[in-house]
């Protein structure tokens, strides 16, 4: 079965400190989507620019999430954990989740 990739892209909410965020991440985020059994990888990346232009990018930051099994996954993130950490994500960020498939 193909792998589906979870793209997060979002900005942090007005008044959130990016280093606050950015060491929460490196300390609390990363490390439990990387335990959870159905991820296959997990990456968050800090957007530097927009190719070619110095215009301001849509977004601040994106995670990549590959995940092998969506049920599995699902199962997982409902987890009382999960669910704590998922609720620091969402009070320090504005983010939109698409669920994509290679071609």
Do not use: C
């Amino acid at each position: 079965m193909a792998a589906t990739r979870v793209l997060a892209l979002f900005n942090l909410k007005p008044g959130q400190d990016p280093a606050a965020y950015e060491a929460w991440a490196k300390a609390t985020d990363i490390p439990a989507v990387r335990a959870m059994a159905s991820v296959d990888d997990f990456q968050v990346h800090k957007v530097e620019g927009l190719l070619g232009s110095d215009a301001t990018p849509p977004y601040r930051y994106i995670e990549t999430i590959d995940v092998r099994d969506m049920d599995q996954f699902f199962a997982e993130v409902s987890t009382p954990q999960a669910q704590k950490i998922a609720g620091e994500f969402q009070s320090m960020v504005d983010v939109t989740f698409l669920v994509t498939k290679s071609l």
